[in-house]
């Protein structure tokens, strides 16, 4: 942001988003290479495999199939599903 006032108005619109602005940070910088280097080091240090956690599948439908019975569809937003593996 450029100054006080930039910051004010994003912290507005995170605000009528539904977003906790206080937990939002600003920061000015000169050039757009400063900006690419602060996010890298801010990505790299911050988040997680998604493989390394536990298992997790949202299930987003159910459907019956004949001869086959009730299927659950859904994505693996966490962890890893391997073939021939039983899930509860």
């Known amino acids: 942001v450029e100054d006080a006032r930039d910051a004010s108005v994003v912290s507005a619109v995170l605000?009528?988003?539904?977003?906790d602005d206080t937990a939002c940070a600003?920061?000015?910088?000169?050039?757009?290479?400063q900006v690419t280097a602060a996010l890298e080091s801010l990505v790299s240090s911050n988040l997680v495999n998604p493989r390394?956690?536990?298992l997790r599948i949202p299930v987003q439908d159910v459907f019956?199939?004949?001869g086959?019975?009730?299927?659950?569809v859904g994505r693996v937003e966490s962890g890893t599903l391997t073939p021939g593996m039983r899930l509860k």
Request: aromatic share 12%; net charge positive; no cysteine.
């Open 15 to 19: 605000r009528s988003a539904g977003f």
């Open 26 to 33: 600003f920061a000015q910088y000169d050039d757009v290479s």
């Open 52 to 54: 390394t956690r536990p």
């Open 64 to 66: 019956k199939i004949g």
């Open 68 to 72: 086959i019975g009730i299927v659950p």
